[in-house]
Every structure is written in C-alpha cells, then in structure tokens.
C-alpha cells in the first residue's frame, strides 16, 4: 500500500516547483531549474525507521505488563488484561497493522506468561485463553485498518488541496506574466517535474501556423504531427476523461509522444516509462488546460496585433493615395479655373480664341477624369475599406441622376425600381459610382432621341439592378472585356469607367455582366440586401 | 470676396476669373492673413481652401466663423465626403471639389449669397419648385394641396428649409431633429425622409424637393 507515499511526494515535488515561480508581476521567466528530480524526503537510516514502530510495541507491551503486575502486586483488581486493549488501540491507530500486531503477540504472549496460571509457563489452556488472544489480533488489526484509511483519506484530501493551491498560484502566475511564452514555459516545466512525465511541450497554432511556444524543442515531423492533429481534431496517444488525462489503449511503448489539439493549438506529452499515478494524470490534465487558456490568449493578442498592423497599413495607403490625389489634382485644378477664366466672354478675347480655351479645358477636365479614375482604382486595389450601409437602390439612383442632370438634359431616361425594393447593403459613394459610371457609358453611346432605362427587382435574396441603352451591340468578342482596365471602345474614353464598376460590384460580394439585347447593350449587376431594414 | 489659397497660380487664375464676373477680390495665403483680413476688410464671401500649411482649413474656419457673417465656400481637391461633413458641420456654408470651372464657381457663389439674403430677409414662407413651407403656420403644401407631416417630419422638413439649397449633413440634421443622443444613427434620417417624400410625392430616384448629397446628407433644392 502507497497510501501516504505517492500523493505526499508528488505535492512536495509541485510545491518545490512553485517555490521556481517568479514574484507576479516579474517578466522574466523561469530559468532556474531544480536540483534534481526530486527531493528524498527521509534523513534517517530507513532501516532504524521501519523498526522504530515494532520497538515501541514490544516495549509497550512489555510496559503494560510491568504495570499490571505493579498492580496486582497491589490489590486484585480483576480484568486488568483489557489494558492490553488499549495498548493494542493505541499502536493500531499510531503505527499500523504490524506494529498493532506485534504489539498484540507480545502482549499475549507476557500476559499468558506472567499472570496466566500456570505462571512462568506459555501453555495455553482451554478456548477462553485463545479467544484472548484473538481478541487482542481482531483488535490490532480493525483498528489499524480503521486508521490507516483514516490516514489514507487525510493524505489525499491533503494532496487535492494542496495541488488546488499549486494550480491556482501557478494560473495565477503564468496568468499575470506578461509574456505569455513565459507563462507556457512554467506550464511546461511544472509538467515535466510529474512523476512520468518526460516531456511537455506547447505548440500554438495561429491562422494556420504552428509555433511551437515553450517545453523541450520539437523536431519538424513532430510539429508537422501537431499541425495534423490540430487540423482534424484528433488526439495521438491521450485523451482527458474525467478530468484526468487517459493514455489510450492502442498507445505503443513507453517514451511514446502524444498529441492532445486545443482551441488554439496542440500540447505535445511525452510519458514516461514509469506508470503515472492518478494523481500525476489528474495535474496533467489541469496543466493541459492551463496551456489552452494561454494558448488561447496567445492567439487573441496576436490576432490583435495583426488587426492593428492592418490597420496601421490601411491609413497609410489611404495617407499616400490622398497625397498623391492633392500633387495630382493641384495643377489641373489652376489650369482649369486659368482657362475658364480666360474663356469667359467678360475677358475680352474674339470668339475664335475663346473656344480654343473652352477646348482646352475640356482636355483638362478629361485629365482630370482620368486621374480621377485612376485614383479610385489605386484606392480600390489598395484594398481600403468600404463603408458598408443600408442604402436605398433609388436613392443611389437619384444621386446619380441628379450628378448627370446636364448631360441627361433632353434624353429619355426610364427608370424602373419597384417602390417596395427592399435596401442594399454597401458604400453609398461607391455604388454611387457605379450607377454613374454605367449611366455616363448609357449617354455616350445611345443615341440622341434613344432611350436610356435603369431598373432594379429583388431575386433569391440579392437585388438585380440593370442599366441599358439603346446604342450598338458589344460585339461578341468584347462582351468579356469590356470589364478589362484600360479597354475602351471610345477613343476618349479613359477605359477605367468599367473597370472601376466590376472592381466595386465584387467588392460588395455582387458580380457584373455585359450581354446585348436586340435593342443594345445591357449591363446587369447584383448586390446584397442590407440586413436592417430601412 | 476673400480667396484663401497657398498656390500663387490658383490665387491668380481665381483673381481674374472672379473680377470678370464683377467681384471684388482679395487673394490671401494663409489661415492667419485670412483672419486678419476678414476682421478688417469684412469680405461677403470667403472662398477656403482646406489644404493650407500650418494653420490648416479646418482650424481657419473655426477661427472665422465666430467673428464674420460672410459665407464660406470650402475648396479642396480631395473628394472624401468626411472632409465635405466636416467642414459643412464646422459652419461651412457649401463646399466645392478642386478643380472646377470660373462658371460653376460663380453659380456656387451666387446661390451663397441669394441664401444668405433670404434668411436675412427672414421670409416666413420657402418654397422650393411646388412645395411651399409655411414657418409661422407650421403649414406644409404641394401645389396648394396640404400635406400632414408628423412633428419629426415637419421638423427635418423645416431644418432643409431654413437652409435651402446648402447640404446639411446627416449629423447634423440628427443633432437638430432629434438631439445629440441620435447622433451617428443614419437609418432615423433616410427612414424620415424617405417618408417626406412618399407624402410629397417625390420619386426618390428623380427628387423634385430633397436631394441626396452622397456621403454628406441631403438637400432641399432652393
């Protein structure tokens, strides 16, 4: 029976290992390693020990005995044997079974020699004496049985609470190190100090990559092994029942390594060849579960730290993006406000140059429309992020049209968007854009006195919006490429128009098409609804 | 008028075109000669440009707007609708995208200022094409034809009345309407003015009375 060794030495070996533990709020980790596996607890000569019990049973005994014949020397008192009784108690409760029945044998033994008649003698006479006897061994031996699982109790009621303790402070510790890596190490450490445990190593695996994070160093294979029990969520080798770690039956031979996935990554354990006790297995578990807190941490401060970093690259885009807008916009818009102040007829100048300087500014707003849209296609490859709201397809279609009022004056523009259309989800300016964009491509190409129809049902939970003129076909050959950066049919056109619009279309999870209808072409594209509803 | 400008070009090609048309203009570079100038000169207009060095646009108009009653036009080549909502919630009275021409500058300038004389001249009926607002009667028609508002509609409706023909940006429509609280909430202004419309009859898609200003709020047109 190891009831007061195993539990008793592995708690002394914990608290050892916390004694490692750096004071809270300390960064640094761990480094200091124990001396040694573990501490031996016993300072005097075993031998000496084991027979010191059995030394004070025969002298108890022998004891008892002189105290009786002191008092029988004295007076009769009769039934003094149940003194034995005692005795016998005594040593069942203090030392054990042998001792209690040693204790008992000797006492037997004294009292048949030295009171028992014939005196002097060790002849045992009728059932009575015998029956003395084996009361005394029944009593030794209850009794000692009694309080030895009365110790047994104590000791691993002991043992939980101080392993309680042990976790907690080291949760604690590990909890409030402000490197989580170092927290892990102290996990990893605490666990290999366990009786069979020979190796603890923790893996953390963020987006897809496996780092490992502390314990002793791993090969490739074996963390390629830990990325594949991670991936498909199946544990090599161990498993946590009941809160307590379970080699699984098919596991080979000792010295064996196991893999056990978590949240956010995988704890690689190597056990022993000596067979971890109960309670070994239950701390393993706790410290399993510990590691997945941390590793678990590990990967919500690194996810925030790569959403910072996103951040942080997103202003800067859109930092250089604006700077270059204002290096290119700048001399355009002096040229343009120059040429238009030069055009107007209060300047003075003959009609002849006059529409000189109104070409020339057109050239200068076209300049300026195509740095526009090259712009905006920088900006949206850049990635910068949309504004996405709920939006009424109408009133995109309003601003737009109300944008174009000029170049639509005296068309025939249709527009067909039932009342009850329920709203987009997406950036107002941007579909803005798009709207305007396919119109302004409507106008240049549908003639004069044709018709231009923007429209817009719900289907299968998205919104089809269509815009379509009555102009030339696409050929068939340009229908797919019409989408392409830098395509265009017009000679002036900046071939970005098109390019911009399939490029915010799928931004907002649509998609964009060209096709001809026996009257001209027609683009269609399809939007998410909102999920609030206006 | 007062042109705030750091480029010498714009500041000339600006000087030229706007004497054309009849006004008298001052050019200046900088956020602090503009407020010098505007204190001793009291210009009508100031035409702002919002990227100047040092003392930035931003900074010139909130130094402007408690010491002058002149409109300001805000210029600046960047199209982002934040710098637009800004300027406007900062007492902008309208805000035009660099470049530009003479011509479109000049309409800007003149609605500017025909504002500013009818609220001056503190006209209790707007009208805006049919639609007729009565502020002392709290009386709202289209083509003679009464039309029942809720007090938070009529309330949106007055606040784009008052200030016809400028863009008022959704904040602050929400923090007049509904009070500060509200504030960031966009659904309460498209989900009223959207019922404004249906019960003046507007198509959304081809408005008559307000206007979509993408990215900023929106408009009752003058």
Redesign the interface.
């Known amino acids: 029976m190891r009831a007061s060794g195993g539990p008793a030495r592995r708690s002394r070996a914990l608290s050892n290992a916390l004694l490692l533990v750096p004071p809270l709020p300390s960064p640094q980790r761990p480094d200091r390693r124990p001396e040694g596996r573990l501490p031996r607890a016993a300072t005097r000569p075993a031998a000496a020990r084991l027979l010191a019990p059995y030394a004070v049973a025969i002298g108890g005994a022998i004891g008892v005995t002189a105290a009786i014949g002191v008092i029988t020397s004295l007076a009769s008192v009769p039934g003094l044997s149940a003194l034995y009784v005692l005795l016998v108690l005594w040593l069942g409760a203090r030392w054990g079974r042998g001792p209690a029945v040693a204790g008992s044998i000797a006492a037997f033994l004294l009292y048949d020699f030295y009171f028992v008649p014939p005196v002097g003698t060790l002849t045992v006479r009728g059932p009575a004496e015998l029956l003395e006897l084996v009361v005394l061994l029944a009593i030794a031996l209850v009794t000692s049985q009694l309080a030895a699982s009365l110790r047994r109790a104590q000791a691993a009621a002991e043992a939980i609470a101080r392993d309680s303790r042990a976790l907690y402070e080291l949760a604690t510790a590990t909890l409030r190190a402000n490197e989580l890596a170092g927290g892990l190490e102290m996990v990893s450490e605490s666990a290999t100090r366990l009786e069979g445990v020979d190796r603890f190593a923790e893996v953390s695996i963020v987006s897809g990559q496996a780092t490992q994070l502390a314990g002793s160093p791993l090969t490739a294979d074996e963390i390629k092994q830990a990325q594949w029990s991670f991936d498909n969520g199946n544990a090599v080798g161990i498993a946590i029942k009941d809160g307590q770690v379970v080699p699984m039956k098919n596991f080979g031979p000792a010295g064996n390594t196991a893999y056990l996935p978590l949240r956010s990554g995988v704890v690689v354990v190597t056990l022993g060849a000596t067979r971890s006790d109960p309670g070994a297995l239950r701390m393993l578990a706790a410290l399993i579960g510990l590691s997945d807190l941390l590793l678990d941490r590990q990967r919500v401060a690194l996810q925030a730290g790569r959403a910072r970093e996103l951040e942080a690259s997103d202003r800067l885009k859109t930092g250089i993006l ?1 700077s270059l ?2 290096e290119l ?2 001399p ?7 040429l ?5 007829p ?2 003075g100048l003959a009609e002849e140059q006059r529409e000189l300087l109104t070409d020339l ?1 057109h050239q ?2 076209r300049l ?1 429309r195509m740095v ?1 849209d090259l712009l905006a296609l920088s900006r949206l490859e850049a990635g910068v992020e949309l504004e996405k ?4 397809f ?6 737009s ?2 944008q174009l009022k000029t170049q639509l004056e005296g068309r025939e523009v249709v ?1 067909r ?1 039932p009342e009850d259309l329920p709203p987009v989800e997406g950036d ?2 941007q579909l ?1 854009r798009v709207v305007t964009n396919l119109l302004e491509n409507a106008i240049e190409w549908a003639p004069r006195d044709g018709r231009i129809e ?1 429209g817009a049902v719900a289907r299968d939970g998205r919104i089809e919006a269509w815009v379509e003129n009555d102009g030339p076909s696409i050929p068939p050959a340009d229908l797919g490429r019409v989408f392409d950066t830098f395509w265009t049919r017009r000679t002036r056109g900046t071939g970005l128009g098109l390019a911009i619009s399939k490029r915010v279309i799928e931004a907002h999870g649509g998609t964009i098409r060209a096709e001809n209808r026996r009257r001209g072409p027609r683009f269609t594209f399809t939007l998410p609804l909102a999920r ?1 509803v ?1 | 008028m007062l042109v705030v400008d750091d ?1 010498v ?2 500041q ?3 000087r ?3 004497r ?2 009849d006004f008298d203009v001052r050019t200046v570079g900088s956020g602090e000669e503009a407020v010098r100038e505007a204190a001793g000169w009291r210009p009508d207009v100031i035409l702002l440009d919002l ?1 100047l060095p040092k003392m930035d646009g931003f900074a010139t108009l909130r130094a402007l707007r408690p010491m002058t009653r002149a409109a300001v036009i805000v210029v600046s ?5 934040k710098d637009k909502v800004r300027a406007l919630d900062a007492g902008a009275d309208d805000y035009v995208v ?6 479109e ?1 000049v309409a800007r300038i003149r609605a500017v200022l025909r504002r500013q004389a009818d609220v001056t001249s503190g006209e209790p009926v707007i009208r805006s094409g049919d639609l007729e607002i009565d502020l002392a009667r709290r009386h709202v028609s289209v083509n003679g034809r009464a039309v029942h508002l809720t007090p938070t509609e009529y309330e949106l409706l007055r606040y784009l009345a008052l200030h016809a023909g400028k863009p008022v940006s959704h904040t602050t429509l929400l923090r007049q309407v509904w009070g500060e609280y509200a504030v960031g909430d ?2 309460n202004t ?2 009223v003015v ?1 019922q404004i419309r249906k019960k003046l009859g507007d ?5 008559r009375y307000i ?5 900023v709020g929106y408009r009752l047109e003058g």
């Open positions: 604006s807008s204002h916009k700048s355009i818009a002096a040229l343009r406000a120059g238009t102040a030069l055009a107007t209060q300047a500014d200068a707003t300026d526009g709201e709920p939006h009424g109408a009133d995109l279609v309003g601003g049209l109300h527009v968007i107002e300016l803005g923007i609030v206006v | 480029e070009e714009m000339r090609a600006l030229t075109g706007l054309y048309h990227g080549v960047m199209p982002g609708e660099k470049p530009f021409g003479t011509e500058l966009k659904y498209r989900y959207a198509d959304p898609a081809n408005p206007v979509n200003e993408p990215g």
